[in-house]
């Protein structure tokens, strides 16, 4: 949770080193107060949840998306060949790490499957249908 909360305040946090590096270091400090908590309440394991909830709420302050431009609404299919839209899923993967790289995600994929073939599978077709979702409903591919 403390490498996510540094990922996260890389790419969302303040712009300054020193107030990203305090956030990442606050953040991660709280999550396993926030796992002991979620552990007592729940019967499943916490995984990332003490993340979600730091980043989430420090996201909901800091509203870093909130000066972008919306796009135009009109998707223009024709930019993208098939080779896009077969390496997608595995840039998706690699987001998860804040990493924009289809490579990355082959090695994300390749590691989850040296421990669960199911696991490996569940997340190339979450990554699959969250990418030719978005392919249809947002005005760029890459995001």
Known sequence: NGCLLGCAAAVFGPPNVLSAVAFAAVGSA???VI????????????WTFAFNIVALTS???????LAQDPGTGEVDR???DLADYIIAPLTG???IF????????????????VHSRILTAHALVGSSIGIFVGAF???????
């Open 30 to 32: 709280a999550t396993p």
């Open 35 to 46: 796992m002991a908590s979620l552990k007592e309440a729940m019967a499943c394991p916490q």
């Open 59 to 65: 996201l909901l302050r800091s509203r870093p998306l």
């Open 78 to 80: 024709s930019r993208y």
């Open 93 to 95: 993967i690699s987001q």
């Open 98 to 113: 804040v990493v924009e790289s289809a490579i990355c995600g082959g090695i994300i994929l390749a590691g989850a499957l």
């Open 137 to 143: 409903i947002a005005d760029d591919f890459s995001e």
